[in-house]
Structures are given as C-alpha cells and as structure tokens.
Nanobody
Framework: QVQVEESGGGSVQAGGSLRLSCLVS????????LGWFRQPPGKEREGVAS????????DYADSVFGRFTISRDSVKNTVDLQMDSLEHNDTAMYYC?????????????????????WGSGTLVAVSP
C-alpha cells in the first residue's frame, strides 16, 4: 500500500522561501509521476509542479515557473518543492501526489489525476 506524507509548511512573509518535502512509501515502481498540487482558500485544487520518474522531466504551472523547483531523491523516495519569492497568492494547502502518467505526461490538472495517492496536505501561509 502506497503512502504519501508531506512536511515543511508554515508561515512566511512575501518574498521569503519555504521548502516542502514529501515521503512516498510502499510499492511505487509502476507509478511514474510525482507532483505537488495546492488548494487556495475557497478555490479548487490546482497543479503546481510535477516530475516524471522515468527521465526526470519536470513541468510547472505558469504561476510558479521560475520561482518554484521540484526535485526528487530516488534513494530516499522523497520529492521536494523549493519555493522562492513567495507571493500572497501562493497561500494554500499543498498536497503531494503519486499518480500514473498519461502517454508519458504527468498532468497538472488535479481532476485528471489517475491512480493517484494523495497526502493529507501541509499549509503554506504567505503574508503580504
């Protein structure tokens, strides 16, 4: 059974940085995608960044491109999200997920995630 657990959330002022970490345990070899999603207050869940385990290809939402970096440690079975130049609009509950690719693409559309295992989330609050 696959389990996903996030850590590293907290409060920070705009312009600051945070690093989120996600530990994935259990059978994972046949599920190719790891991703970070977020759900701002009163809004739907949206994709932030993904990484394709097969070749390390990454993808980012336009809103975080150039500010956030996703990385994976295959030995520790972790996937991290380094968040720099944080903005108030980045305030959200952040979720890590492991899920299947679609034609070798890791979707950033939360509603399109297939065979996904989600963590319970970690809160990131950015003050103006």
């Amino acid at each position: 059974q696959v389990q996903v657990e996030e850590s590293g959330g907290g409060s920070v002022q705009a312009g600051g940085s945070l690093r989120l970490s996600c530990l994935v345990s259990g059978k994972t070899f046949d599920i190719e995608c790891l991703g970070w999603f977020r759900q701002p207050p009163g809004k739907e869940r949206e994709g932030v960044a993904s990484i394709y385990k097969v070749d390390g290809a990454t993808d980012y939402a336009d809103s975080v491109f150039g500010r956030f970096t996703i990385s994976r440690d295959s030995v520790k079975n972790t996937v991290d999200l380094q968040m720099d130049s944080l903005e108030h609009n980045d305030t959200a509950m952040y979720y890590c997920a492991q899920y299947a690719s679609a034609f070798r693409v890791c979707t950033l559309t939360a509603s399109s995630v297939r065979r996904g295992t989600w963590g319970s989330g970690t809160l990131v609050a950015v003050s103006p």
